[in-house]
């Protein structure tokens, strides 16, 4: 791997993964966009191709490390009583277009003849065959939405781009802002860990893994 760009790099997981990218690569071999830093809006098309058409490749790794558990500003849903189409429609935008809109612009980025990784956090939560709880609807249908389009990618750009790994993420549940409301009960890992797991992960992937949903120490995650 010789450069690397991570999109979310000021959330906590996405600083920890250009910290770790940076101490692997060096500083100057990553690139870090976020909408705080760069105004890079997943909401907004003309941003992502604006950020994205700026820079030159190619680079090895992209890895979009965005989230968001709170649509329209309502908590993850308990039940359908609380369902409400706006917080569907943003969660939809931020975890689920946002990343494939990503990887729209971002596909001449990466290099056709070795091996290139574009991966996006998703959540174990968007897996239907693990769904064992409920409730949580709108983040986890955008996350199940969000596997589907990645794994869709996956085989279009292989065709194309025959070396490159296409991935969905679970990083587990990381000590971060995103998470400090909802963790319950749930393990944590500090943010440095989840970096160092899920760049541990990509390391171990190929072509043959591409399309994937891979959880963080590497096991594959049921749809």
Known sequence: ME?????????GIG??????LADRLGP???TA???RDDGLDLTDEASIAQALGALSGPFDLILVATGMLDGAGQPPEKTLKVLAP???AHQFAVNAVGPLLVLKHAVRLMPRERRAVFAALSARVGSIGDNRLGGWYSYRMAKAALNQGLHTAAIELARSHPHAVCV???????????????A??????????????????IDGLGPEQTGGFFDWSGQRVPW
């Open 3 to 11: 450069r690397a760009l991570v999109i979310g790099a000021s959330g």
């Open 15 to 20: 600083t920890a993964l250009c910290a770790a």
């Open 28 to 30: 100057g071999a990553v």
């Open 33 to 35: 966009l976020s909408r």
């Open 86 to 88: 706006e917080a569907l």
């Open 168 to 182: 969905a993420l679970h990083p587990g549940t990381v000590a971060t802002r995103f998470t400090a409301e909802y």
């Open 184 to 201: 319950g009960r749930h393990r944590t890992v500090a943010p440095a860990e989840a970096a160092s797991n899920l760049l541990a992960v």
